[in-house]
């Protein structure tokens, strides 16, 4: 979730800064009653899309990285566990640890767990609804067994004798989308989904479905090396297509009859590809803002850093555990105001600690290897 850049760019912090924000309103909505009103519905909606762009986020970072050293470089397997190492000194200490806290927390709070194991190997949700456990978590099961998945097959491609390694590699990623994107019609011919609740839980949610979210990031990485000149010139009107399509999706799908309950197979098949597709629009712009223009903008950056940290705390280890000793539910809307200020003035301020004194050395100590 972070660049794996020398110097930061603006853009793609104010779009990691936007997403993590999108996943910490949606919770907040468990702070206050259940309403149908527009905001909530709006914050609801936003807890998906915040994941969303993380996904095509991660693609277009990690598929810069790869395409780079597949290009120009002989990719050995020394390549791939360099690519692997990298990433794993930056997303698993902060996983391992929040994931420990939440298993103490569990068994303190006298709460039960099942297949603990699991999520020590991203299994928990791989090919099954993901569990109430660290709901957070499945995701990043989507984001490591992908880290996995696409430099081994890479390798393993570059063994042919195929000399054009752009379009090798432009191969592998559209082969790989459509073997996802094929797994969610297969998904749709066996279930009758009717809920957004199960469709979450049982599609969204799980492994096996959702890595072509991720790849269509990698996909836009390959076009902006490949089409340079187009990616910078075409930059505005790509993201005016982006974010008509997430008009679209906010406000034209219940006229259309495009609502779960109507057309589950646009819910199933492609609601989740067209919502990847139009965030990965808004990266020819977002990627050509390089600059902080004005310094006001530097907590841009700030949440931006700590956005891996505040995504694993917020909700099991703060949320739940203050709604454990506050009930909520007796609140009055002025309390839960306050209650919401505490929440989030914890959430941010642990967050940094955390990505301060734990995950920012051991990314110092990985760049130094």
Known sequence: ME??????IFGLDALRATAILMVVSSHVLWIYPKSNAFIPTLFGLFGFWGVELFFVLSGFLIGSILYKTFINENFTLKSVFHFLKRR????????YLVLILNILIAFFLGFSIENTGSYFLFLQNFASKSPAFFPESWSLSIEEYTYLLLPFLLFFVGLSKVKNK????????VALILVFWMNKFYYHS??????LSEWNLSLKSVLIYRIDAILIGVLVAWFSFNYSSIWKQFKGVFALIGFAILFFLM?????????IEQNPFFWNVLYLPITSVAFAFLLPFFSEWKTYANPVLYPVELISKISYSIYLLHYS???QLLKVFMDTSQMSTTERHFFTFIYLSITFLLSYILYR???KPIMNWRDKK
């Open 357 to 359: 004194f734990y995950e």
């Open 3 to 8: 660049p794996n850049l020398k110097e930061r």
């Open 317 to 319: 280890i703060i949320l």
């Open 190 to 195: 066996q279930h009758k989904i009717s809920n």
């Open 88 to 95: 794993w000194f930056r997303t698993l200490p902060n996983y």
């Open 166 to 173: 752009a379009k090798l590699f432009l191969l592998v990623i």
């Open 251 to 259: 406000f034209g799908l219940i006229p259309m009859n495009l609502t």
